[in-house]
């Protein structure tokens, strides 16, 4: 695996623009709503998104995300109003970036109005924007990859839990879900469940970890390549199982990397990780559900 490059999209953005204390998006209610998905070049998951009413645009679903974010283009050609620099932290390491005043963003039914977001290269993104954590709290977000659909709604409109095989809680912080009951090769491990990375990161305490019970022999380094455009240099390894709740998902690549995101959610001294989509797209359907803290995974069937 000499010289395998890891293509990853990570964005932790800093809540505080300024000073200011973060204000929660504006919306307006609305039934669940059913959208196509569309998986980009790392199988990630992008819909449809109308920003000051024109589109659509693709934005990429990202639970790993804080912040939605718009790219420099379309604030060029929708003629955004400029806000202030804000402090970006994301895999690679932690930004400057400039801010755009965003009057409504809307997917489906739903929108949401006066957001000051980060703006970062389409190039980078992979998209037209991002739409993270801040557009979705309070909500679930379940991804089906037998349909290729995305559903936004309450748990409850969404069917609870019914139809799902397994159902994990996690806590909640810093606007994201993080299963901390998972185990990779058998050492303990807390889970960023990570729907806008292509793979798995995992931090230097879970490699430290799992080279004093495993000695895997597929190894390798690789880059990772965050949306603000920066690279960091990762090691490659091979993990034989990663459980969660009870199932398991197996050879699990993983690239270890001293990201400060680990650091910006307090998960830096204990063995932990950001799940990708390669890893997710295992499961025939998996739902974040931000409102009770719950993620929901339904088993692929066999032929």
Known sequence: MAGVSLALAMLIADPVILGATPVPLSGEAADAVVLQG???????????VAVHGAGPYRFLIDTGSQRTVVSTTLAGVLGLAPGPQVRVIGMAGAFDVATAKVRS??????????????LLERGNIGADGI??????QHQR??????????????????????GFDIVVRAKHRSGRLILTNAEVDGVRADVVIDTGASGTVGNRALQRALARKV??????????????????????QVAGKLELGG???????????????????????????????????AFKRVAIDF?????LFDLAKAD
């Open 247 to 281: 199932m398991g998902v197996t050879n699990v690549v993983i690239g270890y990397a001293d990201a400060p995101a680990f650091g910006e959610l307090k998960l830096d001294r204990r063995p932990a990780l950001f799940l990708g989509m390669r890893e997710l797209r």
């Open 105 to 118: 963003i809307a997917f489906g039914e739903r929108a949401f109005h006066d957001l000051t977001v980060p």
């Open 141 to 162: 977000v379940l991804l089906d990859f037998a349909r290729n659909t995305i559903r936004i709604g309450d748990a409850s409109d969404l069917g609870g839990r019914d």
């Open 291 to 295: 409102s009770t803290r719950k993620v």
């Open 131 to 136: 739409l993270g954590t801040d557009s979705l």
């Open 38 to 48: 569309e998986a980009d070049q790392h199988a990630r998951m992008t819909i449809d």
């Open 215 to 236: 000695r895997g022999p597929q190894r390798g380094v690789g880059v990772l390549t965050s949306v603000t455009g920066h690279e960091l240099p990762i090691d490659l």
